[in-house]
T-cell receptor, first 111, second 116 residues
Framework: RKEVEQDPGPFNVPEGATVAFNCTYS??????FFWYRQDCRKEPKLLMS???SGNEDGRFTAQLNRASQYISLLIRDSKLSDSATYLC????????????FGTGTSLTVIP | GAVVSQHPSRVICKSGTSVKIECRSL??????MFWYRQFPKKSLMLMATSNEGSKATYEQGVEKDKFLINHASLTLSTLTVTSAHPEDSSFYICSARDHGLAGELFFGEGSRLTVL
């Protein structure tokens, strides 16, 4: 079983829509969780860390469900500029170096 | 915030030549850096973990003699693709973790290698 699994999509949504991505992880000992964004032919960039209590940054909300071992990303009021691939990243240790990547979920926001 | 710089961003070479890619942490020390490979529309594939002052740790299936990694200082790791072949053409990305910033993983800009 893969360490991290994501629905690759693609998700095609109209501008202004709300879209949600889920990501499941297999190791219950996983400690840190992140969402990264990767634009075509560019490097991934941190979108937001995911905290146990859930966190929000503008139109973006990340949640962690340890019992079900998944994290989610909610994007409200989608913009054209949100079109990208969203990568779920999980680490096993707070200071360790084992990062596990999901395959990424492709989002295209349509005018 | 912390920045990781990678060079060159694009390189085209002839089959059989070797290509060196540099990865630098610009404002933090990185005892560990990571090298990834990414094919079009695919996820990042970890190739190896570069350890400052010691040998790199390669992932299963990655040829250590093909992809030479050197991490001679706390701010620089290099990946050399030796005797490159067209199938080595790919997007190579490095990353490093700044432990002072809640463990965020920073990525270099990536290097697109095309082997003719």
């Amino acid at each position: 079983r893969k360490e991290v699994e994501q629905d690759p999509g693609p998700f095609n949504v109209p501008e202004g829509a709300t879209v949600a991505f889920n990501c499941t992880y297999s190791n219950s000992a996983s400690q840190s969780f992140f969402w990264y964004r990767q634009d075509c032919r560019k490097e991934p960039k941190l979108l937001m860390s995911v905290y146990s209590s859930g966190n929000e940054d503008g139109r973006f909300t990340a949640q962690l469900n340890r019992a079900s071992q998944y994290i989610s990303l909610l994007i409200r009021d989608s913009k054209l500029s949100d079109s990208a691939t969203y990568l779920c990243v999980v680490t096993r240790h707070l200071t360790g170096n084992q990062f596990y990547f999901g395959t990424g979920t492709s989002l295209t926001v349509i005018p | 915030g912390a920045v990781v710089s990678q060079h060159p961003s694009r390189v085209i070479c002839k089959s059989g030549t070797s290509v060196k890619i540099e990865c630098r942490s610009l404002d933090f020390q990185a005892t560990t850096m990571f090298w990834y490979r990414q094919f079009p529309k695919k996820s990042l594939m970890l190739m190896a973990t570069s350890n400052e002052g010691s040998k790199a740790t390669y992932e299963q299936g990655v040829e250590k003699d093909k992809f030479l990694i050197n991490h001679a200082s706390l701010t620089l790791s290099t990946l050399t693709v030796t005797s490159a072949h067209p199938e080595d053409s790919s997007f190579y990305i490095c990353s490093a973790r700044d432990h002072g910033l809640a463990g965020e993983l920073f990525f270099g800009e990536g290097s697109r290698l095309t082997v003719l």
